[in-house]
């Protein structure tokens, strides 16, 4: 009895050594005498000692590879510093453990000669500004080229391109004559858009002002006018009521000589009366001398003579 407990004690401590928990995101790859077996996901888990072993133990998570900055030449013959990061993950421990020797260092190498090949048919100008073109091609060729190896590329990036010292002075001299060059263009643009505007408000008060002049005309004009219509009309209904009343030749005649007064108006002027005019006066005169008619005050009486006293004779 005492070796049946001895053995069962021995047992349960070598089950215990060879249970493995298997993380959440990792997978660990067995091998059975030295040939590949299975892949222990999330869990628990037991080797057979001494038969089984881990292989490798991968994990799932995405993980990213930080190249150091390397030398590439552009399609002009310009050297310069570029440094990647690629995301990526894996995907199939199988082909991870058993795909590559050392995966993760042919991904660099392979990042780093792909970078190579499309810089160097790039000019400068195209490679500072193509780094979506440069990344989307990166990711797909070394997503291709990874599959064999277990490993999904999410990504590249570009993080850094540092043309030489020279070139960046070139540049920033580029940059500062076309920031001045737009800053001409935009002050030119303001002076000539401002005297537009003072050329088009002077216009149009120019116009307001002739428009405003016009109107004072116009009523100006009007009112003469109206006032001249005003003035004949009184004049016309004055003599419609004369006409009416039944004035005769004379008073007309008299009415005519009033307006040729308002015309000398005691200024130096001449008035010619014509002939019939002057007949006409002359025979109301004698109808008024003759009939007494017309007289609007009576004749003064006659002086009485004075008698003298003689004083002799008296």
Request: glycine share 6%; net charge negative; hydrophobic share 45%.
């Amino acid at each position: 009895m005492e070796w049946f407990f001895i053995i069962a004690l021995i047992v349960l401590i070598v089950v215990i050594a060879n249970l493995r928990i298997v993380p959440q995101a990792t997978e660990y790859v067995i091998e059975r005498l030295g040939r590949y077996l299975t892949t222990w996901e999330a869990g628990l888990h037991l080797k057979i000692p001494f038969i089984d072993r881990i292989s490798k133990k991968v994990t799932l998570k995405e993980q990213v590879l930080d190249s150091p900055p390397q030398p590439v030449i552009t399609k002009d013959n310009v050297t310069m510093q570029i440094d990647t990061v690629v995301y990526y993950r894996i995907y199939d421990s199988k082909l991870y453990a058993y795909g590559a020797v050392n995966p993760i260092s042919a991904l660099s190498n392979l990042a780093a000669t792909t970078l190579r090949n499309l810089v160097g048919e790039l000019e400068l100008d195209g490679t500072l500004t193509s780094r979506d073109t440069i990344n989307g091609k990166m990711t797909e060729i070394l997503d291709e080229a990874t599959d064999q190896w277990g490993i999904k590329v999410g990504r590249v990036e570009l993080k850094n391109i540092i043309p030489p010292a020279e070139i960046q002075n070139a540049m920033e001299k580029q940059m500062k004559a076309e920031r001045d060059r737009r800053e001409t263009l935009l002050q030119a643009e303001g002076h000539k858009a401002a005297v537009i505007m003072r050329a088009e408000g002077d216009k149009q008060a120019l116009i307001l002002a002739a428009e405003g002049e016009r109107d004072a005309q116009i009523a100006r004009a009007e009112g003469e006018a109206r006032a001249i219509y005003l003035a004949k009309k009184a004049e016309a209904d004055g003599l419609l009521a004369l006409k009416e009343a039944g004035a005769d030749a004379a008073v007309l005649e008299l009415k005519r000589y009033e307006a040729l007064v308002k015309l000398a108006d005691g200024r130096a002027a001449k008035i010619i009366v014509p002939t019939d005019a002057v007949n006409a006066t002359a025979s109301n005169v004698l109808f008024s001398e003759t009939t007494g008619l017309g007289h609007t005050t009576d004749a003064a009486p006659a002086k009485k003579p004075v008698k003298k006293i003689d004083p002799c004779c008296d």
